[in-house]
């Protein structure tokens, strides 16, 4: 049995997903992680950088993420958008035009698109306004159009002419990218489209909203392309044709030289049409059936127009944007990642309350009283206990250490857990080296593996800032209590819903992190 996932059900999705990251009851964000996937361990390896292994989607993996995150931002719907294939307007090139048939059977001409969206039969001009193309110039025997000759740069709300070159393009305006979204969300694949198109109150977009809309504006088909111009009508221009079908009120002016049709400009759009014909019986109802003209009226989208541009355009993907910066520690500028992904609603540290705050630290830190030595990025650091389960040893990674304030923090994941088999295979001391003690606010140094640092524990600070200098407050993003400090969220909490390694990224503290995560529903 032939079954299909229409292009309207991705539309839906996207529509979706973008409603439930806006919901106040949801909380998205985006994620860095995974500081030192070249350690051999679990879920890395030796040449992550040269060949980037690809995510696995499984619990275990998802999990083993969710232990290796370190910081997370909110997405919030400033920080989210629809988007569409860039297409920017040139000069001398042929555009397709909008049409509501294109399929295997009726390939576009110019792209031999199967489906709308695949066909270029829309542009964004030089100013970043986005236009709909209406007619170009196609008629039977010039299948592809004429090449445009004239940039369209009018905020008209019904369709027009660009310039005076006569290459036959007409062109419906939709909108203008945003200035901000400019910024943001630039891309040299993609088009932003504005939020929130069918409740805005922007005064421009509801102008083009409202005039697609057949309900106010009953000028709803805009163009009827001639596939066969026939012969033996009756010669005359202007000549006035009803357009019939499911809709109501649709006429079309016909243009007859020597027996052939040549133009057909729409006079009456009609309203609530799904189809249509075009009626010559008025110019000869005795044409002979192998030389009848075929003129196809073009069905705009939904209501009209403009009504929906997300139906119109296609917006099956999703742009979200993320920055990472250094304003309050929350993002340390020397730390590395290798793991950039989504997680949905994780949850407050020792609580089943979802997390809300703009951003997270999911590492825990250790405030330093004294240290000898550099801690290393990615490094196993280790202390021995004395509180609790004295004598074993506590032991975690490495995500970043910052000189000025003596906090280093880390982070603790499974492969903490096993040998250099890095699986589930027994061995001598398994019931104590197998599990993972937490670190403790002791005399008892931590120490570095690899740089071989050592830390005294600073037992008596606690709070969530510093002055080391004198001079400066510094925000530690996190609170301390006797020297340490604990996730702002539990471990693994949320649902990861997207996943991206990459070679390892090196953070400095001269540039920011600029994340943008395309979603294609």
């Not at 051999?40 to 275990?60: A, L």
């Not at 990218?177 to 993609?190: A, R």
């Not at 250094?326 to 089943?352: E, M």
């Not at 506590?394 to 857990?417: E, I, M, P």
Request: hydrophobic fraction near 30%.
């Amino acid at each position: 049995m032939s079954a299909i996932v229409t292009d309207q059900f991705r539309i839906l999705n996207a529509n979706n997903f973008i409603e439930s990251v806006e919901s106040d009851s949801n909380s998205y964000y985006v994620f860095i992680g995974l500081p030192n996937p070249t350690l051999v361990g679990y879920g890395r390896s030796e040449n992550w950088n040269t060949s980037t292994p690809d995510p696995i989607d499984n619990f275990s993996s998802n999990a083993h993420s969710g232990d290796t995150m370190m910081f997370g931002r909110k997405i919030s719907s400033a920080n989210i958008r629809r988007i569409i294939r860039r297409i920017d307007w040139t000069a001398g090139t042929k555009y397709e035009i909008y049409r509501d048939d294109y399929s295997t059977l009726n390939q576009s001409p110019i792209m031999k698109a199967s489906r709308l969206y695949d066909a270029n039969y829309y542009v964004m001009n030089s100013d970043y306004k986005v236009y709909i193309c209406i007619d170009n110039g196609s008629i039977e025997g010039n299948e592809t159009g004429n090449i445009s000759q004239d940039e369209p740069n009018f905020t008209d709300l019904e369709p027009s002419r660009a310039g005076n070159s006569g290459d036959g393009y007409v062109w419906k305006y939709l909108y203008t990218v945003s200035p901000s979204d400019i910024i943001k969300f630039d891309s040299t694949e993609y088009i932003t489209v504005p939020n929130s198109w069918d409740k805005t109150t922007d005064s421009q977009i509801r102008s083009i909203r409202e005039n697609g809309d057949s309900s106010i504006n009953s000028n709803q088909i805009k163009h009827v392309y001639i596939d066969k111009q026939g012969g033996n009508y009756a010669d005359g221009l202007g000549q006035e044709c009803k357009i019939i079908g499911d809709g109501t009120g649709g006429k079309a002016r016909v243009d007859v030289v020597n027996g052939k049709i040549t133009n057909v400009t729409v006079s009456a759009g009609g309203k609530g049409y799904s189809y249509g014909l075009v009626d010559l019986g008025t110019l000869n109802s005795a044409v002979p059936a192998n030389n009848r003209a075929k003129l196809v009226p073009v069905i705009p989208p939904s209501l009209g127009h403009g009504y929906d541009a997300y139906n119109e355009l296609g917006t099956d993907k999703v742009l979200i944007y993320a920055r990472f910066d250094d304003s309050t520690k929350d993002f340390p500028t020397d730390t590395k990642f290798a793991q950039v992904g989504i997680v949905k609603n994780p949850t407050a540290v020792g609580t089943a309350n979802t997390y809300t705050e703009t951003n997270f630290s999911s590492l825990q830190s250790i405030k330093f009283s004294t240290i000898n030595g550099t801690p290393v990025v990615g490094e196993r650091i280790t202390q021995v206990t004395e509180k609790v389960n004295a004598g074993n040893e506590a032991t975690g990674y490495v995500a970043s250490y910052d000189k000025t304030t003596q906090v280093l923090k880390y982070f603790r994941d499974r492969s903490l857990n096993y040998t250099t088999t890095q699986d589930q295979t027994d061995y001598a001391g398994i019931s104590t080296t197998g599990r993972i003690y937490a670190f403790e606010d002791s005399s008892n140094a931590v120490r570095g593996q690899s740089s071989g640092f050592s830390g005294s524990v600073d037992t008596d600070f606690t709070g969530i800032s510093i002055n080391p200098t004198g001079t400066k407050l510094i925000n530690l993003g996190s609170t301390f209590v006797n020297g340490l400090s604990l996730s702002e969220i539990n471990k693994g909490s949320g649902e990861l819903i997207y996943l991206d390694n990459r070679p390892l990224i090196a953070r400095n503290e001269r540039q920011k992190e600029d994340v943008k995560i395309i979603l294609e529903f």
